[in-house]
Nanobody, 116 residues
Framework: QVQLVESGGALVQPGGSLRLSCAAS????????MGWYRQAPGKEREMVAH??????DYADSVKGRFIISRDNAKNTMYLQMNNLKPDDTAVYYC???????????WGRGTQVTVSS
């Protein structure tokens, strides 16, 4: 079992930056599939950024602005978000998938609001 806790969400002006963190309750070294998702009011949850066995993938809407990374020593995944836009406003969730047992883990989310 893995508990995930997101942090770093805030109110930020357009063009600003934030770094989200996803702290896991145990080692993530053996977890090869993880990512960030977001859900805006009235919309479905969508993938924002994904990292699988070291290869990153991004939604077209965030390419060139967001960077996903992980630090196994700190059991933490990050999402660096730059040049934020109002359309980035959403609750951001982290996800990790343990392939060994076929188990999906989700955090409770952190709110990101981009507004002037």
């Amino acid at each position: 079992q893995v508990q995930l806790v997101e942090s770093g969400g805030a109110l930020v002006q357009p063009g600003g930056s934030l770094r989200l963190s996803c702290a896991a309750s145990r080692s993530i070294a053996s977890i090869n599939v993880m990512g960030w998702y977001r859900q805006a009011p009235g919309k479905e949850r969508e993938m924002v950024a994904h990292i699988t066995r070291g290869t990153s993938d991004y939604a077209d809407s965030v390419k060139g602005r967001f960077i996903i990374s992980r630090d196994n020593a700190k059991n933490t995944m990050y999402l660096q978000m730059n040049n934020l836009k109002p359309d980035d406003t959403a609750v951001y969730y982290c996800n990790m998938y343990d392939e060994r047992i076929g188990k999906d883990y989700w955090g409770r989310g952190t709110q990101v609001t981009v507004s002037s």
